[in-house]
């Protein structure tokens, strides 16, 4: 079956009513069938039939065979940072999304997991890794500089030495690219993105094949009680269905739009994995569908003012956030990756004139006017 037939069809089947959308099921608890056995669903912390529905269907578009709901993407990042013990360490690279780094350099070290910082996996020396390494965290395009990392090379390398590979797929989505056929053990999301699609809910997926790191991963978030809620799962299964005719969009507005940008002298660099020009342009073409459709680019502030120029714009609201159907522009220095100290943005390149679009599914003549229109009137 085709992407957006199991996005359509996948999940569960109303079986009782025949409705063709599954029901979401409002209870917190389910009667047991009798006192030495319990029922397929106890209580909705640890099951509930809407969000098992959706896990499903995460699952399926994936191909993949598990799949966990989380109440944020935050949420199954935490999950899957459970996975780490005292003394275990961590590879990450150097730009993810904010919130991720807030966790590392906050929470880590009171649980003594360690972590470093990598540059660039492309050409990172598995050999030489140490021992207490145990998990390699990747995002890819990356948040918010686009940088493309290689997941089969980097799985291969890390697999030799026993260590388990997480890819952030957020950016990307099962559409675009499936990090489990790359090699990857376990892929997550923040489905408040292209999955949700419509910025009204906050979610979050775990995705992964293998048993024993299911039940653990289950067992951990039944614990810590991070789990998607019924209506949320509803709202997360209805967006996904139309996740493929979206994503077509998104891409093709993404496209002319970072075209445009890199055409026009209010920029000095823009970054799309789906330019010519990016470093990653090739890798992104062998192992994704597609480039995504955020776009990343540096403001020339010696020709333009920024505040104004953001101030004009009337279709792309001002907020942090992507993966919605409206266009978006925010910061990254100020907003979602404020939680990088200032010398650490500096050296990874989040300046404070790199620029980051989500970019919706409008007409894309209008978002080009939008932009152009608000560069005119910035203009110094
Ligand atoms: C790549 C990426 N991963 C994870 C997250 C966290 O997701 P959430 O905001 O749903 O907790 C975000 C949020 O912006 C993100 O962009």
Request: aromatic residues 10%.
């Amino acid at each position: 079956m085709g992407f957006n037939t199991t996005a359509i069809h996948g999940g569960f089947i109303d079986q009782e009513k025949k409705a063709v959308n599954y029901p979401i099921y409002l209870s917190s608890t389910f009667a047991q069938p009798d006192v030495e056995h319990e029922g397929e669903y106890c209580y909705s912390r640890g099951n509930n039939p809407t969000r098992a529905s959706v896990e499903k269907l995460a699952a399926d578009i994936e191909g993949a065979k598990h799949g966990i709901a989380t109440s944020s993407g935050m949420a199954a990042t935490s999950l899957v940072f459970e996975l780490l013990n005292k003394g275990e360490k961590v590879l990450i690279n150097d730009n993810v999304y904010g919130g991720t780094w807030r966790f590392v350099s906050n929470l880590f070290e009171k649980r003594g997991v360690e972590y470093e910082i990598v540059n660039n996996f492309n050409d990172y020396d598995f050999d030489k890794v140490d021992e207490n390494v145990k998990m390699v965290f990747i995002e890819t395009p990356s948040n918010p500089l686009l940088e493309v990392t290689d997941i089969r090379k980097v799985a291969d390398a890390a697999h030799k030495k026993g260590i388990l590979v997480v890819v952030d797929n957020t950016f990307m989505t099962a559409y675009l690219q499936k990090p489990l056929d790359l090699g990857a053990d376990i892929v997550e999301y923040s489905a408040t993105k292209y999955y949700g699609g419509h910025s009204d809910i906050l979610a979050g997926l775990v995705i992964l094949n293998d048993d024993e790191l299911f039940t653990r991963l289950k067992f951990i978030n039944n614990t810590l009680g991070g789990i998607l809620s019924p209506i949320d799962s509803f709202l997360l299964q209805r967006g996904i269905k139309t996740l493929g005719v979206r994503l077509d969009r998104h891409l093709s507005n993404a496209l002319k739009i970072a075209e445009y940008l890199e055409g026009i002298d209010a920029t000095e660099e823009v970054y799309y994995p789906g330019l010519k020009s990016h470093k990653g342009y090739e890798l992104q073409k062998k192992q994704a569908n597609g480039a995504g459709a955020v776009i990343s680019f540096k403001f020339n502030e010696n020709s333009y003012d920024l505040d104004k120029f953001v101030s004009k714009l009337k279709l792309f609201s001002f907020a942090v956030s992507l993966g919605g159907v409206e266009s978006l522009i925010c910061r990254p220095s100020t907003m979602t990756h404020e939680s990088y100290a200032k010398e650490l943005q500096e050296k990874i390149g989040i300046t404070p004139n790199l620029i980051r679009l989500s970019v919706g599914i409008e007409d894309v003549e209008d978002l080009i006017k939008d932009l152009d229109d608000a560069f005119n009137y910035s203009r110094k």
